[in-house]
T-cell receptor, first 111, second 117 residues
Framework: EDKVVQSPLSLVVHEGDTVTLNCSYE??????LLWYKQEKKAPTFLFML????IEKKSGRLSSILDKKELFSILNITATQTGDSAVYLCAGNGNTGNQFYFGTGTSLTVIP | DARVTQTPRHKVTEMGQEVTMRCQPI?????VFWYRQTMMQGLELLAY????????DSGMPKDRFSAEMPDATLATLKIQPSEPRDSAVYFCASGLSLHGLTHQPQHFGDGTRLSIL
């Protein structure tokens, strides 16, 4: 059964801390792994990873994929209160149109 | 910015009533996905379409749910009759599929928050 598991379920940190969010996956005919940030409304796209070992960066956020160990991490450095959100990861596989979402990591950044 | 538009944003109705949710995908996108999000289950895929054809609706309770794309600019998700357990946020997302694969990340609408009393 295809599945994506995220950890931790929730995290509370202080501004300025660095956090690492984890995502492990078992996806048939895996093609890519995606990270989304969800605040009050729709998930917004952060990264799409297709190759192992290549870090993608956007400002204070970065992510990397390990296709051998079947996991990905999302790092956020120098966290800010605006980073508070649920972070979702999704595995894309099988027919290429199937996306399997984890239940998310809820991040709260305290001033 | 191009965006996926969903209506209504909120819907409160009594059990047994029909509910219709609408989605306008981003112009030029040819795949449409319907998801349901609850605290307990997270995001669950209900159905997806490519070029208006339904490819997978295995995640959808067939007896009461139906999804259609009457044209390329409109996707609908209907529940009839609705039940309290259908209360959730329903998201529509669209993407671009080339050679049968969705290569681009999905773009989500803001969702329809549905409450069945």
């Amino acid at each position: 059964e295809d599945k994506v598991v995220q950890s931790p379920l929730s995290l509370v940190v202080h501004e300025g801390d660095t956090v690492t969010l984890n995502c492990s996956y078992e996806v048939t005919n895996f093609r890519s792994l995606l990270w989304y940030k969800q605040e009050k409304k729709a998930p917004t796209f952060l990264f799409m990873l297709t190759s192992s070992g290549i870090e993608k960066k956007s400002g204070r956020l970065s992510s990397i994929l390990d296709k051998k160990e079947l996991f990905s991490i999302l790092n956020i450095t120098a966290t800010q209160t605006g980073d508070s959100a649920v972070y979702l990861c999704a595995g894309n596989g099988n027919t290429g149109n199937q996306f399997y979402f984890g239940t998310g990591t809820s991040l709260t950044v305290i001033p | 910015d191009a965006r996926v538009t969903q209506t209504p944003r909120h819907k409160v109705t009594e059990m047994g009533q029909e509910v219709t949710m609408r989605c306008q995908p981003i112009l030029g996108h040819n795949t449409v996905f319907w998801y349901r999000q609850t605290m307990m289950q997270g995001l669950e895929l209900l159905a997806y379409f490519r070029n208006r054809a339904p490819l997978d609706d295995s995640g959808m309770p067939k007896d009461r749910f139906s999804a259609e794309m009457p044209d390329a600019t409109l996707a609908t998700l209907k529940i009839q009759p609705s039940e309290p357990r259908d209360s959730a946020v329903y998201f529509c997302a669209s993407g671009l599929s080339l050679h049968g694969l969705t290569h681009q990340p999905q773009h989500f609408g803001d969702g329809t928050r549905l409450s069945i009393l």
